[in-house]
């Protein structure tokens, strides 16, 4: 705890004043960030530190396994679907990111016995369930586990009136990354291709052929 007292002392008396105006801005003109950063709650997950984004940038939500709650207008509160809702509806955000990970947690948990003393656990997992492979557990099944769990995110999130209408509308896109904790890489879900690929080989792709579910910026 006292490094992390450190920590904030650091911020207060050398990072601050350096953006003090920045963060008055942020503070008079209210955030207006351009994308929703969905990512795992897993540590070597670093949002900002992937993205090189600085305050104001991201709005982000954090859960066990980067997954989104299907959408439903009669069973209501999900903090997750709270912030789907809040960052297309009120924020207008441009972007949104859907990142999982290799070596997941929440992905390995899917192919173990369940645990019925975490309850919370079990039933918010039956949100990557689809995704599971009908193989035997190896690191090749948990990584292709991972991506097509990012794919199955993605198109649950197609289920919130307020993303579709975005997708459609061409002012929202959707993207899938998976990070690779142990190479520093970040691959990203060509819709063409139906793989993930190294960023650069979709740098610059604006335009999706008709019908496109998933557009790249």
């Given amino acids: 705890m006292d490094d992390l007292l450190q920590s904030l002392n ?19 003109k209210g955030q207006q960030p351009r994308m929703l950063f969905i990512g795992c709650s897993d540590s070597r997950v670093v949002p900002y530190l992937l993205t090189g984004a600085g305050p104001g940038e991201l709005f982000v939500v954090r859960n066990v396994g980067n997954l989104v709650p299907i959408w439903s207008d009669e069973h209501v509160g999900h903090g997750t679907a709270a912030a789907v809702e809040y960052a297309v509806a009120v924020l207008g955000v441009r972007d949104i990111v859907v990142c999982g990970h290799s070596h997941c947690g929440a992905i390995r948990a899917l192919y173990d016995d369940h645990d019925l003393a975490l309850p919370n656990l079990n039933a918010w997992l039956d949100f990557a369930r689809p995704a599971v492979l009908p193989v035997s557990v190896s690191e090749e099944a948990l990584r292709r586990t991972e991506q097509r769990s990012v794919v199955l995110q993605l198109e649950r999130l ?7 209408q975005g997708v459609e509308a061409g002012r929202l896109f959707l993207h899938g990354w998976h990070y690779l904790i142990e190479a520093g890489k970040v691959l990203v879900l060509d819709v063409e ?16 052929p008709e019908g496109a579910v998933y557009q790249l910026q």
């Fill in 10 to 28: 650091r911020f207060e008396r050398r990072f601050f004043p350096r953006y003090r105006e920045h963060f008055r801005r942020l503070v008079e």
């Fill in 158 to 164: 197609l289920e919130y009136p307020m993303v579709r």
């Fill in 193 to 208: 291709r139906g793989s993930f690929v190294e960023a650069d080989a979709v740098m610059g792709v604006q335009a999706q």
